[in-house]
């Protein structure tokens, strides 16, 4: 092989590299972890291109509620960024852990690249280990709002407080006044 030969293959294989990153790759992610209390349905695209014309048909769908949720991003979703998602509430985590008798859904993802060449994948989301997993990653809402309790349990101890003192000033004020004993 010469050396021209070389560079050609060298180049071409940079080449195809370079395009296989710039592909889109959507993925479907139950979050349970970003709402507190709540599941979101998100598509997400991890690849270096567009996704275009993104949807969702479901083999085995979620149900939320009693009710299959069947009908989320069955319509073209029209692009999504690379690195970026779009979402959808589906309701509370734990409805969603105990509506799927199965404890797995599953569908197949389309979308297409800036080429319009169509892309296929299945996936499956195991929602036993939703059962088994902490609630919440973060505590900070939980936390705020125990905190704006605060301040409606300090004004019903400083009415206890005041009302306290009322009773011993009353008390205080009908007991006979004591002379110091002399020695």
């Not at 940079?14 to 993925?27: C, E, F, G």
């Not at 085995?60 to 991003?73: E, I, T």
């Not at 998602?85 to 008798?101: E, I």
């Not at 690249?113 to 609630?135: K, P």
């Amino acid at each position: 092989m010469t050396t021209a030969s070389i560079a050609a293959l060298v180049t071409m294989e940079t080449v195809a590299i370079h395009r296989d990153q710039m592909q889109p790759a959507v993925h479907v992610v139950l979050d349970t972890y970003s709402r507190y209390g709540l599941s979101v349905l998100r598509l997400v695209n991890t690849g270096g291109g567009v996704a275009r014309n993104v949807r969702v048909e479901w083999r085995v769908p979620l149900v939320v509620a009693g009710k299959p949720a069947d009908r989320l991003f069955c319509q073209p979703v029209p692009a999504i960024l690379p690195g970026r998602d779009t979402h959808v509430l589906v309701g509370a985590s734990h409805s969603v852990v105990t509506g799927n008798s199965d404890r797995a859904v599953s569908g197949t993802t389309f979308w297409e690249d800036s080429s319009g060449q169509q892309h296929v994948q299945t996936f499956q989301i195991d929602t036993e280990v939703l059962l088994r997993a902490l609630s919440y990653d973060n505590e900070e809402v939980r936390t705020g709002y125990e905190l704006q309790k605060i301040p409606g349990v300090l004004k019903s101890l400083k009415v206890e407080l005041v009302r306290i003192r009322q009773v011993l000033e009353e008390r205080e004020a009908a007991a006979p006044s004591r002379e110091p004993d002399s020695p």
